[in-house]
């Protein structure tokens, strides 16, 4: 048998493949990759995203990641079956419209694509449980995000969003929050409002402060404002019952305050490269502190002795 040739018309096709079962849970999968040169036994071949959209209508998943694709195709509102669709590394500049039709979706995925703007459509989504959307150039969220009752995820990283809409506090289910390189500089009231948030990244933002009523955020575990402009650590945040991970390196706070050392659940505090030159007078030894972390302060090494000294069970790495 000769070495198999594709004819010209069929180069630059997709290729689908369809996976069913998950648990007891049917489940088919169109998965698109582009290919130069099909194998016979690469899967049916597509000669269009379109045809392979018509002939499965039922499919619950849509990858698309990588497809180095600039549009959403029109036709996926005929997928209305679909829970997850995967746009991820691509160049999509504008919410095909149809995609808002997809009423059953749970997961979206838009990482790493061009997106300007988030069109108050995002509404419809009265499923959505994990919305993905870091890696663009947003710079502002709708009111409208506050209708996806049921979101527990949101990732908004690496945008340039300089606000938070109030509305955010009926996202009462919200348990993840990634806000990382942004611009922000205030949180508002509703943030305060997540009673069931447990993860909070802040970090690479402008925030000079964060005052609020963090103590009725009591689901809180980690709270992440690394690469901040903090000068102090607000007390409100000490107040969190259950925060767990703490991390403030790189701000520029001068000092610690003792309430840190008795909060009930605190087991990781980073606060490197800050300029904390002296920590509390008085530390209880019982601290649930595990790991401190202290390097780049311009701390002497007597008092890190005296620090190592009054928390014996905790590792302390510093300079």
């Known amino acids: 048998m000769g070495e198999f040739v594709p004819p010209a018309s069929v180069l630059q096709l997709w290729q689908m493949r369809t996976f069913f079962m998950l648990g007891s849970l049917f489940l ?3 998965c698109f990759s582009q290919v130069h040169y099909p194998s016979p036994d690469a899967g049916k071949m597509y000669t269009s995203v379109s045809q392979a ?4 209508p039922n499919a619950k998943q849509l990858n698309l990641r990588d497809t180095q ?3 959403i195709p029109t036709d996926i509102s005929a997928l209305t079956e679909l829970r997850f669709v995967n746009l991820m590394n691509n160049f999509v500049e504008y919410w095909e419209p149809s995609l808002f039709k997809l009423e059953k979706l749970e997961v979206l995925d838009f990482r790493f694509n061009a997106l300007k703007y988030i069109p108050a459509q995002i509404s419809s989504y009265k499923k959505l449980t994990r919305l993905d959307l870091a890696n663009n150039y947003l710079n502002s969220i709708p009111s409208e995000i506050g209708e996806l009752k049921r979101l527990q995820e949101l990732h908004l ?4 969003l300089t606000v938070l809409p109030d509305e955010i506090a009926n996202c009462k289910k919200l348990r993840v929050i990634d806000l990382e390189y942004n611009q922000l500089h205030t949180l508002p009231d509703g943030f305060f409002k997540l009673k069931k948030l447990h993860s909070a990244n802040l970090g690479y933002n402008q925030f000079y402060e964060v005052n609020g009523p963090w103590k009725n ?3 809180m575990e980690t709270l992440n404002m690394e690469f901040n402009r903090l000068q102090s650590i607000p007390t409100e945040i000490l107040e969190m019952p259950n925060l767990k991970s703490l991390t403030l390196n790189h701000n520029s706070i001068k000092e610690i305050p003792q309430a840190v050392f008795s909060m009930k659940n605190l087991e990781l505090l980073v606060v490197s490269q800050n300029q904390i030159e002296r920590l509390p007078a008085k530390i209880p030894n019982d601290s649930s502190i595990k790991t401190l972390i202290l390097s780049g302060n311009p701390i002497s090494k007597s008092e890190i002795a005296r620090v190592r000294k009054a928390l014996p069970n ?4 510093a300079d």
């Open 28 to 30: 088919g999968t169109i």
């Open 53 to 56: 959209i018509s002939e499965n």
């Open 69 to 71: 694709t600039f549009f």
């Open 157 to 160: 990283s690496a945008n340039q």
């Open 217 to 219: 955020m009591k689901a």
């Open 314 to 317: 905790c590792r302390i790495i």
